[in-house]
């Protein structure tokens, strides 16, 4: 967010310099700026709720039967 403010700043003197005629920074600042804010708004929200839009649900680790590594209560025993 630091390097777009930057720009931003940047981009007004520039405008400023030139003549300042229309106010064309308002599309670079903008453009750039709503990327940036998408990028804030899912760096900051819940991490779970971002796996869940993603497909990337958490999944238990395998029980001990599941592995081969024990009696499968269901199968293994009468």
Do not use: C, N
Request: hydrophobic share 40%.
């Amino acid at each position: 967010m630091t390097t777009w403010a930057v720009f931003a700043v940047f981009f007004v003197i520039l405008w400023a310099v030139t003549g300042a005629g229309y106010f064309w920074p308002v599309f670079p600042i903008l453009g750039w700026g709503i990327g940036v804010a998408i990028g804030g708004i899912k760096a900051y929200s819940s991490p779970d709720t971002y796996k869940m839009e993603h497909g990337q649900h958490e999944v238990p680790p395998p029980s001990a039967g599941e592995l081969g590594q024990g009696p499968r209560p269901d199968r293994d025993h009468p």
